[in-house]
């Protein structure tokens, strides 16, 4: 048996290269194990095989094309009022997902603006309480200014009395001395009554 020819090669090539994707002259080459040459010239010839082939069909006798022209009616009838229904079904469908989103946003900000007071009520109820503690805290400040001004008065008090206390002991031991002292010289002693 004799080995086949690089046309017979190259076109067996192309034809299980066309089957997946578009013979180009280096997959052909490849499959086919020719030369570059042949495999340009063999697939120009085999392109131009598959386009004369192709044009090249018979006409269609009127039975047939009247039962297609009908049959393609028909599908196309079948078809138009399948897309009719899918349409009006899809329509009908995303009108109710739109009341349905409609509804749930109409929530959403009915929730938003019912947080929204309430939090509006609280930062004022936050800010009354702030502004009584402020006001606490400034009585207690002055409270305890009060305060340290009487402490420190009272103290102030407290060493004037103790000095005055003290002046006061200091002139009683004063004129106790100047008193015992005249006591001395007022009453004679003893022994100045025996002479």
Do not use: F
Not at 163 to 177: C, H, M, P, Y
């Amino acid at each position: 048996m004799s080995s086949p020819s690089a046309k017979d090669r190259v076109y067996a090539a192309a034809e299980k290269i066309s089957a997946e994707r578009p013979p180009t002259v280096s997959r052909v080459r490849e499959g086919a194990a020719v030369s570059n040459a042949d495999a340009t010239r063999y697939l120009k010839e085999w392109r131009d095989e598959q386009a004369t082939s192709g044009s090249q069909i018979a006409a269609t006798p009127q039975e047939i094309t009247e039962q297609a022209t009908r049959l393609a009616g028909t599908v196309w009838a079948q078809a138009a009022a399948l897309a009719e229904a899918t349409h009006e079904a899809l329509e009908a469908k995303w009108g109710q997902e739109k009341k349905d989103k409609d509804l749930e946003l109409a929530e959403l900000v009915a929730d938003l603006d019912r947080i929204t007071a309430e939090k509006d009520q609280t930062i004022s109820e936050l800010t009354s309480r702030l502004a009584a503690a402020d006001a606490e805290v400034e009585t207690a400040v002055n409270a305890a200014a009060v305060a340290t001004s009487a402490e420190t008065l009272a103290r102030e008090e407290t060493v004037g009395l103790k000095i005055r206390l003290a002046t006061a002991e200091a002139k009683e031991t004063t004129l106790q001395q100047a008193h015992n002292d005249l006591l001395r010289r007022i009453t004679p002693h003893d022994s100045d009554s025996n002479h």
